[in-house]
């Protein structure tokens, strides 16, 4: 990653959160509460330039009254247990022009002013009385009693959530607007960024990673939807809150399900298995959130939320940890800009869910942003690196093209193994016809299927092997010994030809012949679920893996990782130590086994 990728990145950030914090002046609020056992002088208040919370001590009876006759109070905003209720407040203002906003969310409230219902004034067409609303107050009349009525809701619980607002008219009604209209550009943006990666995947249907990032912003989107009821209930009016909150929930976790899956295909991380055993839980409590009832939703939403961020909080910081590790190699552009979105969405989840502050949703609206941004970065990063790497392969396999071949059938490996052949003849024909049948099984593979860019079943990738095998433990009078675990169950997959026998010959000739004493050769090939793990391992000279190049000619290992880091889904590990030996596991995905007219077969 160079100098000019994190300017770039510094620039984007710089202009997304100046762009946020533009959009959203003027709608900060005063966090101060305005009401103090029933009374709300505001005469001498701010009210006149900045809108207030009424919140605070109001007067309250748990029945529907035209007037609360009790010195009882409650604070507002409260989710009460009371099936009904009404709440009292005596307002004072100065002269001038003023609004009320009543928060949305509020349909079994009824509001009065000295008695009398308000006139609710909404920002859309449609006048749900689900949407929040604004009561326009008459500038005559300074003093006046503020009733709410909160009547029984089935659907929901009662109460007030939210705060009313109080403040100028033209802010009170600029707030609103802005509000429903922050709300519906950022689902914009989700609806945007998924067709973007949408119509990417119709044209890299090999690569899953663009189908995962098309998935994860279709829940996203599907989530702030009906996370937002003043949206979701201006396009489908027949929807419940239950049906919201329920879809809005089982939306948020199945969508880090698909980033976690999206994340994976960004970058190979040692930290898998941990990223796809929290994935199951989060499945579980999806079905369990469809299942149960409202009533329950309250604690069980809370510990659905602990986990999220539970889960998001060790992620950021093995992915840092993680950057920290390829500091050597460079830091990978696509991973970092991801690590960069991931704490910037963790930052704003831990403002929405545990940090309550009146300016909450102007906070979460400018992280918002800058996560989208971010996260649309990465379909252009990708997509160039992806270009650059396919370049890189076709460089790498015309320039390789011929000297596979010389490398892979020696001269002084012909030259050795006929003179064995001529030497047995006189002692062991028999032994002879064996040699030369091995030696021809293994030149015909090298020319059937070397130039080839069809796969071949792993059987006839093991049986050239074995010929080769059988070849040099005869030239080397049975100097080393062969371990073979391999489950035969496998035979029938497809591999990648010539993708095994570099490895068995680098381990022979560049790690057991250099060395004294006892020469032990290990393949092991085992199922490990949606993948087979191919191992190659000696106790041969082995080397230090800090040096920059490897003590080997012709393709051998470095081939092999090459080819390896172009296929989909696939790893590549090799651990060595000076004296010790070399280990190399390779995993590849299952891939079933398809006929191949052009394909070598032994058989």
């Known amino acids: 990653m160079t100098r000019k990728h994190i300017a770039l990145m510094l620039v984007i950030i710089f202009i997304a959160v100046t762009s946020g914090l533009v959009l959203t002046r003027g709608q900060t609020i005063d966090s101060k509460a305005a009401v103090t056992r029933g009374s709300a002088d505001l005469t001498e208040s701010n009210v006149t330039q900045d809108i207030l919370r009424l919140d605070g001590t109001w007067r309250f009876q748990s029945s529907l009254l035209d007037r609360v006759e009790r010195e009882s109070y409650r604070s507002v905003p409260h989710i009460t247990p009371h099936a009904i209720a009404t709440y009292e407040a005596d307002v004072a203002l100065p002269p001038g022009q003023y609004a009320l906003r009543v928060p949305r ?14 006139r609710p004034i909404y920002s859309s067409q449609t006048q749900d009385a689900r949407h929040a609303y604004v009561v326009w107050l008459d500038p005559n009349v300074s003093d006046f009693r503020l009733t709410m009525q909160v009547a029984e809701a089935s659907d929901r619980p009662t109460g007030l959530e939210d705060s009313l607002l109080i403040g100028p008219a033209g802010h009170i009604m600029t707030l609103q607007n802005k509000i429903f209209s922050y709300d519906f550009v950022i689902i914009l943006i989700a609806f945007l960024i998924l067709l973007f990666y949408a119509i990417v995947s119709i044209f890299h249907r090999k690569e899953s990673f663009y189908l995962y990032g098309a998935a994860f912003f279709l829940l996203v989107g599907l989530s702030l939807l009906t996370q937002d009821p003043m949206l979701l209930f201006e396009f489908i009016p027949s929807v419940t809150y239950i049906i919201a909150h329920k879809v809005s929930l089982v939306t948020v976790l199945l969508s880090i399900c698909m980033l976690i899956e999206f994340a994976l295909r960004l970058e190979r991380v040692p930290f898998e298995r941990f990223l796809r055993s929290v994935t199951y839980p989060l499945y579980v409590l999806s079905a369990v959130a469809v299942v149960i009832p409202y009533e329950t939703h309250g604690w069980f939403d809370y510990a659905v939320w602990m986990y999220i961020l539970f889960v998001t909080f060790f992620w950021t910081g093995l992915n840092v940890n993680w950057l920290f590790e390829r500091k050597a190699t460079g830091y990978p552009l696509e991973f970092l800009i991801f690590t960069l979105a991931l704490m910037i969405g963790y930052v704003g989840q831990v ?113 050239m092997i074995d010929s080769y095998l059988s070849i040099e433990q005869t030239r080397f009078n049975d100097a080393f010994t062969i371990i073979k675990d391999i489950d035969e169950s496998l035979l029938d997959l497809e591999v990648p030809p010539l993708l095994i026998q570099p490895l068995v010959e680098n381990a022979i000739r560049h790690g057991l012949m250099k060395k004294d004493g006892m020469k032990r050769l290990m393949l092991s090939i085992q199922d490990i679920g949606s993948s087979l793990e191919i191992r190659v391992a000696d106790n041969g000279v082995g080397f230090d893996p800090k040096r920059r190049t490897m ?32 280990h190399v596991r390779i995993r590849l995905p299952k891939q079933e086994r398809m006929n191949d007219p052009h394909a070598y077969d032994f058989d």
């Open 551 to 582: 003590p080997t000619s012709g393709i051998g290992i470095p081939n092999v990782r090459n080819r390896i880091a172009y296929l989909t889904d696939a790893t590549f590990d090799l651990q060595t130590e000076a004296g010790a030996g070399t």
């Open 351 to 463: 403002i929405n869910l545990l940090i309550p502050h009146p300016n909450q949703d102007v906070y979460t609206s400018v992280l918002s942003l800058i996560y989208f941004i971010l996260m649309f970065m990465l379909l252009p990063v990708h997509l160039s690196t992806d270009k650059r790497q396919k370049q890189e392969v076709q460089t790498f396999a015309d320039q390789t093209e011929i000297s596979f071949f010389n490398a892979q059938i020696k001269p002084h490996f012909l030259y050795n193994t006929f003179g064995n052949v001529i030497a047995l003849c006189y002692t062991s024909p028999h032994e002879a016809a064996r040699l030369l049948s091995h030696l021809s099984t293994y030149v015909r593979f090298i020319f059937e299927n070397g130039r080839t860019e069809s796969n071949i079943t792993l059987g006839q990738e093991l049986e």
């Open 105 to 118: 969310n509020h349909p079994h409230v009824r509001l009065f002013i000295d008695g009398e219902p308000v």
